[in-house]
Every structure is written in C-alpha cells, then in structure tokens.
C-alpha cells in the first residue's frame, strides 16, 4: 500500500520544495533587518561547491561537506555584510546581484577548481549514501515493501523535513527574541533604533549572515540531492526567483516564505506545458503584488484573520 503512493519522482519535487524554502527564510531573514538582498544565488553556489569539492577531494561525510558549505558562504557574509552597511535599499540589492554574478564567473573561469562552465558531476547523493548505509547495517527496503529508489527519495524527504522545520523554529524564536525584537526595530526606524542603544553594526551584520548560512546550506543540500552542479544553477535569475517566493507569499511573516517556495516551486509542475514562461509568469505576478498587494499575499493581519475564524469555529463547536 505504502509503495503505491510513494512516487520518487513526487518525492524529489517535494524536496526541491523544502530547499527553496530555506532560501525563501534566507531572504526574510535579511529583509527581517531592513536589508534588500539579492545575493542568496551566490551564497547558495558557495555553499553547493564547497560542500561538492570537500566531499571528492577530501572523501569526507556529506554531513561535513554541508556544514561546510553553510559556514564558509556565513563567513564570506560576514566579510561583504560590514563593507555593505553603508548601502541600503535598491543600492544594496544591485551591489548583492553584482556579487552574486561575480561568484558565478569565478565558477564558470576558474576551471581547475570548479570544471567550469561544464560544472561538477558525480558529487555524492544523500539518497545513495543512505541506501549503502543501510545496506551495510543489514537493512533491505523491500521489508517495508519499497523499492530502492522510494526508500531512497523518502529518506532524503524526511530529513530535509525535519531540518527545514528546525530552521522555521528556530527563526520564529529568534524573532520573538532580543535579536528578533532588535531586527524589527532596525528595519522600522535605524536612526530610531541606534538612538535607543541598539548596535546597528552588530545586528546587520548578523541577519546578513544568518541569510549568507541558510543560502549556502540550501546550496549544499542541492548539489548532494542532484548530484550535479554548474554555474548556470546560480545566476542571477536564480537570486530574482528567491527574492520572488518571499515577496509573493509575504515577507513580513515566514509563514509568507514557505507558502511562496511551496506554490511557486508546485506552479511550474501543475503548469508544465507553459514552463518555459515561467519567468515572464513570475514577473507578471511581481508586477500584480506591486500593485495590489505590496507586502505579499500573507501579512500578519491574514494571520490574525485565520486566528479569529479558527477561534469562531472553535467556540462554535463547544457550544452545539
């Protein structure tokens, strides 16, 4: 029963889900603080080819690799996130698009390190790892009634589950935190915020980073669940397609992010003979929320209105 409903191929794509959702929360993070960024691409290939190089050259655990590929995309954040201080609104978002591309050409020219633009293949895949893993443990699939590849696919699935549900719990405590409550404050009046004895230096540059970590996590997620990546994963319509998932869903809540990753990642699948406009698409809907609806489709006043309804529902239960 079990095996007819697992669909690897449906499975992946839910994946793919999972991991844009990170970069739809890395993108909040930094707009958390004020900050426009449009360097999540670049964060993420940074963290895809670090984790795939370290992985190859070094034989190391994927685990290793991704917790590589997330710190050295945090500390290239730190060190473009002080000098970035003086930028701020559109300013910020051409100098992270610049920087982005810039790391994609150093992808595609430094050819004896990355390959370049033909990219890196046979990088290792969590869905084989874990399937000699359990091999070597004694475990066969086929005792819960799935094949290879299901139990391969579902492995991967649950464990991005549980991470990107860690990730969205730690955020919404983070925002309930002094850090959050500092984020709120810088992004609402800065001048006000340093007046109050907030460090503007300090906070800024750690919601960048906290983004630059998730990007390059996301980005070594990728390159371990395809198993292949090149620089073209990475340009600048990559960074444009994250910004979107934050900005359609609604960025002045994470729950905005993770509905637009998850719709904007399904969209292309349901509507699958007009996939090549799918980029005129996304700007035909960017240019719609300008309009109508500039903070997104979900704001805090949606949730409040979910809250009230479910409140409603609820004490009309209790008293039938």
């Not at 984790?51 to 190859?56: D, P």
């Not at 935190?177 to 006000?192: C, M, N, T, Y």
């Not at 397609?241 to 992010?257: K, P, Q």
């Not at 209105?305 to 008293?319: M, Q, Y």
Request: charged fraction near 10%; glycine fraction near 10%; charge should be positive.
């Amino acid at each position: 029963m079990l095996a007819e409903l697992l669909n690897p191929y449906q499975l992946q794509i839910a994946s793919f889900i999972l991991i844009n959702i990170i970069l739809a929360i890395s993108v909040y993070v930094t707009l958390s603080s004020g900050q426009l960024s449009l360097g999540s691409a670049g964060f993420m290939g940074i963290g895809a080819y670090t984790s795939a190089l370290v992985t190859i050259h070094f034989d190391l655990p994927i685990v290793v690799g991704v917790l590589a590929g997330a710190a050295v995309a945090g500390i290239l954040g730190i060190l473009i996130g002080i000098p970035a201080l003086r930028l701020s609104g559109v300013y910020l978002a051409i100098a992270t698009l610049g920087l982005g591309e810039v790391i994609r050409v150093i992808f595609v020219n430094w050819e004896s390190l990355t390959n370049g633009a033909v990219g890196i293949s046979s990088i290792p895949q969590i869905s084989r790892e874990i399937l000699y893993f359990a091999r070597d443990k004694g475990f066969n699939p086929t005792v819960l009634g799935l094949q290879n590849s299901q139990f391969a696919s579902l492995s991967v699935f649950i464990i991005l589950l549980v991470l990107t549900i860690f990730i969205i719990w730690f955020i919404t405590r983070q925002k309930k935190s002094r850090v959050g409550r500092a984020f709120s404050a810088i992004q609402l009046d800065e001048k006000a915020a340093e007046s109050m004895g907030i460090n503007i230096t300090y906070y800024k540059v750690l919601s960048f980073a906290q983004g630059a970590v998730l990007a390059g996590l996301a980005g070594a997620l990728f390159a371990h669940v395809m198993g292949y990546i090149s620089p073209s994963d990475f340009a600048y319509h990559r960074a444009v397609e994250i910004l979107i998932f934050t900005v359609f869903g609604g960025s002045e809540v994470i729950s905005g992010s993770v509905f637009g990753a998850t719709f904007l990642t399904l969209m292309p699948e349901v509507l699958r003979f007009i996939n090549e406009y799918r980029y005129i698409i996304y700007g035909l809907l960017l240019v719609l929320l300008m309009a109508i609806r500039p903070q997104g489709l979900i704001d805090i006043n949606v949730l409040n209105w979910f809250k009230k309804l479910k409140r409603t529902k609820g004490g009309d239960v209790h008293g039938s």
